[in-house]
């Protein structure tokens, strides 16, 4: 996956929010909360970092290519950073921000969810 594919699959989620911020990084949010940081990897390589559940947190920290994502998981956050992309994991990786952007607007007042839309089966 590009950082643009990465732009073009986030705004397709409802009720998301795109900024260029920290460092130039591509960062998405739902209702003004982080669930998709595109950057912080080495220069030549895409890096892409999303928020996780435990489970998958603790899954995906030992899975070649993944890693704890840094800044965010060293303050008990659990946020994970592809960073070695192959093209046969962007189903994987899709399905990992679409998780990422239920978690983050999950952690949205009740009311803010009915607002944007959001949760409301």
């Given at each position: 996956?590009?950082?643009?594919?990465?732009?073009?699959?986030?705004?397709?989620?409802?009720?998301?929010?795109?900024?260029?911020?920290?460092?130039?990084?591509?960062?998405?949010?739902?209702?003004?909360?982080?669930?998709?940081?595109g950057g912080?990897?080495?220069?030549?390589?895409?890096?892409?970092?999303?928020?996780?559940?435990?489970?998958?947190?603790?899954?995906?920290?030992?899975?070649?290519?993944?890693?704890?994502?840094?800044?965010?998981a060293s303050?008990?956050?659990?946020?994970?950073?592809?960073?070695?992309?192959?093209?046969?994991?962007?189903?994987?990786?899709?399905?990992?921000?679409?998780?990422?952007?239920?978690?983050?607007?999950l952690s949205?007042?009740?009311?803010?969810?009915?607002?944007?839309?959001?949760?409301?089966?």
């Amino acid at each position: 996956m590009t950082y643009q594919e990465l732009n073009e699959f986030c705004r397709s989620l409802p009720a998301t929010s795109y900024v260029i911020q920290w460092g130039g990084s591509h960062v998405w949010k739902v209702g003004g909360k982080v669930f998709a940081i595109g950057g912080w990897g080495k220069a030549d390589k895409p890096a892409f970092t999303f928020k996780t559940s435990e489970l998958n947190f603790y899954f995906l920290s030992d899975q070649p290519g993944y890693r704890p994502a840094p800044y965010l998981a060293s303050r008990g956050m659990k946020w994970i950073q592809q960073f070695e992309v192959r093209g046969s994991e962007d189903d994987e990786l899709k399905y990992y921000l679409k998780e990422s952007h239920r978690i983050a607007s999950l952690s949205l007042t009740k009311k803010r969810q009915k607002e944007l839309g959001l949760n409301q089966d």
